[in-house]
């Protein structure tokens, strides 16, 4: 399973946890149905769009950027994505322990199969019920007439009503109960929730933002049966009268949320306007995981931009000390590195591989980790016409033992498929960014 899976099942799911425990402390008992709802489906949406949002703070400007160039500063040719090694780190930890033991990933993909196959189950089962059954228009709705003793659900614009009670006592009542989730378009709520619970089966937080969610319906339901003028009395009544049968999961049924909740919504009094104050929090949350999840420690701060005009320095005598150096390794003939060639040369699988490799082999120093020590190491190297690295160097160091290991990883690189320029192999220079951060 590929550490970008990885990520994004962990984010999407403690952003889920949050919102939804917000949600259950803050609003849950206030009459703010609608900006509820909204609340919940846009809690959804922000936790499964996060993981792949990201923020730069303060970056410099770049220049020869070979893909996404996380950090840049003038003077660094070929300036790779940043690669950041962590002391510690929670999800690090979890996605090292999900990738080494395989009977985790084994479980997770076959509950996402036995919950993909109940989910196509249930459309099937729905599907059936409009086949078989005789179904007339009305009032722009589809009236589907089963059978067999159910009670009232609608899906989409579908509504599924037993023909032996079609005009029996109540039946306005909880057709027009129906009408509303159609009206309302609760059908798309439950789809959008049945696929996240594809992927965030095992997160117990999604059962429970769908429980909040389908309760919500039946609060949005009610509230506009009881508008037109309908007796809220004798709605009650048909409330507690209502029969139990079991509906289709996926539908949106007369019966579904729990009738004594229902009818406490129906009697309570309307939330104040202090109520709202609780729906900050939501806003609040939101802000915090965005900050969280969405920007990236990667900075410039006032000490870089102090010292961007050394850097620039440090990098041109780095290029040109490495210049020197090729031309004194070829026998007899000028040995130029290059910065842009018509080939680059390619680390084994990509440069994404290359990123995988490096955080893998880099070792944050114990004694830099017992001393708090952290920063960001440039290190320059040149790739020669046989695909060696050669003349590594640090550009601009954080420390002796953090730069010792950088360097180390970066001279210990596997060969690389070398440049070209005009058909032949040619020497190109790198610079890697390498972040150690304590967390």
């Known amino acids: 399973m590929k550490t970008a899976i990885i990520n994004f099942i962990f984010e999407s799911g403690i952003s889920l946890s949050i919102f939804t425990l917000v949600y259950l402390l803050f609003l849950r008992k206030e009459t703010f149905f609608l900006l509820n709802r909204i609340f919940l489906l846009v809690s959804l949406a922000i936790s499964f769009v996060l993981p792949f949002v990201h923020f730069r703070l303060m970056t410099a400007p770049s220049t020869n950027m070979i893909g996404e160039v996380t950090v840049t500063a003038p003077g660094y040719q070929n300036l790779l994505q940043t690669v950041t090694v962590y002391g510690s780190k929670f999800s690090f930890a979890v996605e090292q322990t ?19 196959l109940l989910f196509l189950y249930r459309l099937i089962q729905i599907t059936l019920l409009i086949l078989k059954n005789k179904s007339e228009t009305k009032d722009g709705l589809k009236i589907v007439r089963i059978d067999r003793d159910i009670t009232p659900f609608s899906f989409f614009n579908f509504v599924f009503i037993n023909k032996n009670q079609a005009y029996g006592p109540g039946m306005k009542e909880m057709f027009a109960h129906e009408s509303e989730h159609v009206r ?31 309760e919500n319906h039946e609060f949005l339901a009610d509230h506009g049966v009881l508008k037109p003028g309908i007796s809220p009395a004798a709605y009650r009544l048909l409330l507690l009268g209502s029969s139990f049968e079991q509906q289709p999961v996926i539908a949106n049924n007369f019966n579904y949320s729990l009738i004594k909740i229902r009818i406490q919504m129906m009697t309570k009094i309307k939330s104040s306007r202090t109520a709202a104050l609780k729906l900050s929090m939501g806003i609040l949350a939101t802000a915090a995981l965005l900050m969280v999840f969405a ?40 040995d130029q590195v290059f910065v842009v060639v018509e080939e680059m040369p390619e680390f084994p699988g990509g440069e994404i591989a290359l990123r995988e490799h490096l955080a ?51 001279e210990s690189l596997p060969d690389w498929k070398p440049g070209k320029q005009r058909g032949e192999n040619v020497a190109v220079s790198y610079t890697i960014p390498i972040q150690f951060a304590l967390k």
Do not use: M
């Open 98 to 116: 999900v990738q080494s033991i395989g009977w985790i990933k084994l479980i997770y993909l076959s509950g996402t199969v036995i919950f993909t």
């Open 184 to 214: 309302q378009g609760h059908s798309f709520d439950v789809i959008l929730l049945e696929l996240a619970t594809i992927l965030q089966w095992f997160n117990p937080f999604i059962w429970l933002l769908k429980r909040s969610v389908r």
């Open 295 to 334: 920007f990236d420690g990667t900075q410039t701060n006032a000490q870089e931009k102090k010292t961007t005009g050394k850097t620039t320095q440090a990098a041109t005598s780095t290029q040109q000390k490495t210049n020197r150096n090729s031309n004194a390794n070829n026998t007899g003939t000028k």
């Open 360 to 410: 893998k082999a880099i070792k944050y120093p114990e004694d830099a980790k017992k001393a708090g020590i952290q920063g960001k190491v440039f290190v320059t190297f040149v790739v020669d016409k046989t695909g060696h690295v050669v003349d590594a160097k640090i550009a601009r160091g954080a420390s002796p033992s953090l730069d010792k290991e950088a360097l180390r990883v970066t």
